[in-house]
């Protein structure tokens, strides 16, 4: 079990440009999730997939931002014209039936936008 | 709308005094229950969680939670704390198996020696 792993660990970007996340989820895990955390505050929710079907996606989620899983393994995250609110933790985890509804989370990436 | 509250975001204290953590949820029917740790400069972990049965559960390093059906809360407990216990401390609920955490603010939790 080597983990989830995410990539990068940091980004620095000037606003107006656009990021793209990876993760790598536990590799028997068929659910994927996405997660913001901003200073002072636990975790808010994203998106997740089961597979490569994105079945929720949070309303506060902007336009802008966009997730893919199409192969059912790794995901990514983008972001396009970044604003300075969106810097922040993108956390990603992982859960399958081996782990029982546990979610296991990933280093993040943290996002700077200047 | 639907939350998870933490009642306090800093405790400080001093090695072996005792630790109870507070969290409330605001969600009807059956919901999951965990508690995440984040130690400084690491990944969130798992320190335990509740979906069914007894409802004092036992976590890894010496942690227990009491789910409260009565009163939706599920505290975090541990008797003796150690300075290696400083770090900070979510509270999250799943009301979908599988399906997304709601977590609180956290609680940021210091250990003197």
């Known amino acids: 079990d080597t983990g989830v792993s995410q990539d990068p660990r940091h980004k620095i970007t000037k606003r107006g440009q656009n990021v793209t996340f990876r993760c790598d989820p536990i590799?028997?895990?068929?659910?994927l999730y996405w997660y913001r955390q901003t200073l002072g505050q636990g975790p808010e929710f994203l998106t997740y997939?089961?597979?490569?079907?994105?079945?929720?996606k949070s309303r506060l989620l902007s336009d802008r931002f966009s997730a893919e899983r199409p192969k059912g393994s790794f995901s990514t995250l983008e972001i396009q014209r970044t604003e300075q609110g969106d810097s922040a933790m993108y956390l990603c985890?992982?859960?399958?039936?081996?782990?029982?509804?546990?979610?296991?989370f990933g280093p993040g990436t943290r996002l700077t936008v200047t | 709308a639907q939350s998870v509250s933490q009642h306090n975001h800093h405790v400080i204290l001093s090695e072996a005094a005792s630790l109870e953590l507070g969290c409330n949820y605001s969600?009807?029917?059956?919901?999951?229950l965990f508690w995440y740790v984040q130690y400084p400069g690491q990944h969130l972990q798992l320190l335990l969680k509740?979906?069914?049965?007894?409802?004092l559960v036992k976590g890894i390093k010496g942690f227990e939670a009491e789910f409260i059906k009565s009163k939706f809360s599920f505290n975090l407990r541990k008797p003796s704390v150690q300075w290696s216990d400083t770090a900070e401390y979510f509270c999250?609920?799943?009301?979908?198996?599988?399906?997304?955490?709601?977590f609180g603010a956290g609680t940021q939790v210091v250990v003197t020696p």
């Open positions: 999250a609920a799943q009301p979908d198996s599988w399906g997304k955490l709601q």
């Open positions: 985890a992982s859960s399958g039936l081996q782990s029982s509804y546990e979610q296991y």
């Open positions: 590799s028997e895990h068929n659910r």
């Open positions: 997939f089961q597979n490569e079907a994105q079945l929720e």
């Open positions: 509740y979906f069914s049965g007894d409802p």
């Open positions: 969600y009807g029917g059956t919901v999951n």
